[in-house]
């Protein structure tokens, strides 16, 4: 790991400050993913700021019905809410879905939008990868790519959004707040926080340099029945190769969210009119414009088992 300098925040706005004005300076949480990029010098902060202090780590109710949730409410307090058990209930099947008890109860919400992908060839450093060296190219293209990306990938990367909690989120149509550099507070709808990786793979998300998250809001609870349904290779500690996030109404319309096929999650709106009607066509809708490699040509049908399953549940 390589020598870096630490301060601790005093408020979101001091920390943004810090951020903006120092040169490869990051924030630090929870820590479950930048300290391992660290080890690895993958990630090679000169300056870590450490937002902990900051006491963002509350879940309030909002005027409009929704919930806010603080940036630094960790996984493990976030699932067991009970106002989260009850009204958003995809969020905290999501949750449970991923990592392990231990990581949980240290990673946070923030934290967990910002995680980068698991990608091999992003973590082995002998190999070509784009997305943590632009322009050195993608290994992965013409490699071997059986957890990799199906739709939305490009020329210059294939690699997936690694997460579960964010592509409940999606559904649920949550906002992510912040604060810039000049103290200036921005509302970001998760549809447009993350990126797809075009020819910028190394890009994330739309966060600007020094920008921080200070919590997420999610709007007044949609009711009717809540799933999240992830396929893996094994029962737990493995990421997504395909996960369904659903709320299904009575009548069967509802919302669907696809992990573990793109950069960003997935979430096609104008597919969802089909739901009714059921998986074989909404699938095709959601993933029109697909782009498999032969290893991971699996995921499309996949796909459309996943949500059959998920609308079968439903109806039961």
């Known amino acids: 790991m390589r020598p870096f300098t630490y301060e601790r925040a005093t408020s979101p706005e001091a920390a943004a400050a810090a951020a903006g004005r120092t040169q490869g300076a990051k924030f630090i949480a929870g820590g479950t993913n930048l300290l391992d990029l660290m080890k690895l010098e993958i990630e090679t902060p000169t300056h870590l700021i450490d937002i902990r202090p900051l006491g963002l780590d509350k879940i ?4 409009e019905g929704g919930l806010r949730i603080g940036a630094f409410v960790t996984n493990t307090d976030l699932a067991a809410d009970r106002r989260v058990r009850r009204d958003y209930a995809v969020l905290s099947r999501a949750i449970m879905a991923g990592a392990s008890g231990q990581l949980r109860n240290k ?3 923030a934290g967990n939008l910002l995680q980068r992908t698991r990608c091999p060839y992003f973590y082995d450093t002998n190999q070509a990868c784009n997305k943590r060296k632009p322009g050195s190219g993608c290994a992965a293209i013409g490699g071997y790519s059986r957890q990799l990306g199906v739709i939305g990938v490009s020329d210059a990367c294939i690699a997936t959004y690694p997460g579960d909690m964010a592509i409940a989120m999606r559904v649920l149509d949550a906002t992510v707040e912040t604060v810039k550099a000049d103290g200036e507070a921005r509302a970001i709808p998760i549809a447009d926080f993350h990126r797809l990786p075009g020819d910028a793979p190394h890009i994330d998300n739309v966060l600007e340099p020094g920008e921080l998250i200070t919590a997420v809001t999610l709007p007044r609870p949609l009711g009717g029945k809540h799933f999240y349904h992830k396929v893996r ?16 109404q009575r009548d069967g319309s509802g919302r669907v969210g696809v992990g573990g096929v793109a950069h960003k999650p997935w979430r096609v709106e104008a597919a969802e009119a089909a739901l009714p009607e059921g998986a074989a066509a909404v699938a095709p809708q959601i993933m029109a414009g697909a782009r498999p490699t032969e290893d991971n040509r699996f995921k499309v049908p996949l796909v459309e088992r996943t949500l059959a399953a998920v609308l079968a549940e439903a109806r039961s």
């Open 107 to 109: 990673a946070t919400t």
């Open 233 to 248: 290779d094994r029962r737990s500690y493995a990421y997504a190769l395909v996960s369904i996030a659903a709320v299904v």
């Open 60 to 63: 309030e109710d909002t005027d």
